[in-house]
């Protein structure tokens, strides 16, 4: 998992720059319809229903239809894949004044806990991938 340790050495700037270049950033996971903490079961699951809900086979002739399977279809590419998923959870939304205060909470829920000392008990996956890092530089 060398993404996850490329990650942790992340330059905060270089974060900042890389969402600054994406004018138009889409959120993949409202794209899906699953929350930010969906597990990979949930996020094919979902996938596969829009998927059908939204083939251009089913709605011939509409390009609109067609632009949107595509926007699945990109979104699953991403969150469907660890290291990517990692990469766009960590650039991919930046622009946190144009969220609600329940999608903000939904967002960085996980990360406001643990700051607040509520969450270090539970070993989410991001937890887990870090934890598998540190004992793989050990050996």
Known sequence: MNYVREAAHVDPISVVMAAADNTNPKD????????????????KLNYRRLALKWHPDK???????????????EAYNVLSDPAKRFDYDLT?????????LQEYLARFKGMILTCNGLGINQTDRWSQQLIENFESLDK
């Not at 996971?29 to 079961?41: I, R, S």
């Not at 991919?92 to 609600?100: A, P, R």
Request: proline share 0%; aromatic share 12%.
């Open 92 to 100: 991919g939304i930046c622009e946190i004044e144009k969220y609600s």
């Open 59 to 73: 709605h011939k002739g509409d390009s609109d239809v067609t632009a949107k399977f595509q926007e699945i279809n």
């Open 28 to 43: 993949y996971y409202k794209v899906l319809e699953v929350e930010y903490d969906a597990t990979d079961e949930n996020i």
